[in-house]
């Protein structure tokens, strides 16, 4: 394989934003505490990924094998996106229902288990983030809200890794 592909971006960013999205599954004290402890066991040893997998899932307590097949051992990526939603009022507020969707980009299957933050955006462009595990092609998620949501967004912190290139702005 010549250098372009060997040493080329994907290889290099793929690998980053993988571990940036470990992250996310584990939490910050899980992820930094266990890359620490295994970097001290393994250190000057040649490691596998088996080995990085097997490690952080006895050290978490997590079962990693749902992001190691995906974001790590299968080629490709996912994209997830908001499909639709829909406000309904109700005397505490609003019953808000998104109805998400996965999208397969040379991946070979639907990521289960995923991590996900939903941002829902009040009149004042004030963020209010709600967490779920995404399960298969499409699913939904519904929140009572105490304000009808003007925007609502998948990963406002940008914690998961997903086939899209993204910035937010405001436009005043």
């Known amino acids: 394989m010549d250098s372009l592909h060997t040493y080329g971006t994907a290889v290099y960013l793929k690998g980053a934003d993988a571990l940036h999205t470990l992250r996310s599954y584990l939490g910050d004290s899980l992820f930094f505490g266990g890359l620490k402890a295994f970097l001290d066991q393994y250190e000057w040893k040649a490691i596998q990924t088996s080995d990085l997998q097997n490690f952080l899932s006895t050290w978490t307590g997590i079962n990693t094998n749902n992001y190691f097949n995906h974001w790590i051992l299968e080629p490709g990526f996912t994209h997830f996106s908001i499909d639709s939603s829909r406000s309904m009022p109700t005397s505490a507020g609003y019953d808000v229902s998104v109805f998400l969707r996965q999208r397969k980009h040379h991946s070979l299957n639907y990521y ?40 609502i967004v998948i990963d406002p912190g940008y914690k998961i890794g997903d086939a899209v290139t993204e910035e937010n702005k405001f436009i005043k």
């Open 112 to 151: 289960s288990d995923v991590p996900l933050e939903i941002g829902f955006y009040d009149s004042t462009m004030q963020l209010h983030t709600y967490h779920l595990k995404f399960q298969g092609r499409c699913m939904q998620f519904q929140v009572q809200l105490p304000f009808d949501p003007k925007l």
